[in-house]
């Protein structure tokens, strides 16, 4: 393809990644919305459902910004760090089944799975790659 760049499937990659890298921040938010939404909705009325409506997601904030956030506190390897995206985003789609909505809990969790894959792949790429045009002939 005359001026395209080399990145995945003969396509500029850059546009892509900040796609889905977008697409990884609305999911973050949605997962933490989740789980606010689940632990107003559930146990006993009063300050125990307040105390999980606030709590679970703080503690998916805080858990997320020391180890799986790029810019975290201590960023482990890679499988720690998907053991903790998977724990926070998984939960934010257990806690949608927990609510009574399985077929969104099943889409979010299947475009959680794609989207991390994608995003993680793009981040494994070279920095540079699909910078230089294709050659053309």
């Known amino acids: 393809m005359a001026g395209s760049s080399g990145g995945v499937a003969g396509l500029d990659a850059r546009p892509w990644y900040a796609a889905n890298e977008a697409l990884a921040f609305l999911l973050e ?9 689940w632990g107003f909705h559930t146990g006993p009325e009063g300050v125990f459902r307040i105390l999980l409506g606030v709590g679970t997601p703080l503690l998916a904030v805080v858990v997320w910004a020391l180890f799986a956030a790029p810019r975290a506190r201590w960023r482990p390897r890679l499988p720690l760090v998907l053991v903790v995206k998977a724990l926070v985003l998984g939960g934010g789609a257990a806690a949608l089944y927990g609510v009574g909505h399985p077929v969104a809990a099943g889409a979010m969790a ?23 045009p294709a050659a053309t002939g």
């Open 110 to 132: 299947v475009v959680t799975i794609a989207n991390t894959t994608v995003v993680e792949t793009f981040r494994a790429l070279p920095a540079d790659r699909g910078a230089e």
């Open 29 to 37: 938010l949605a997962a933490l919305g989740c789980l606010g939404w």
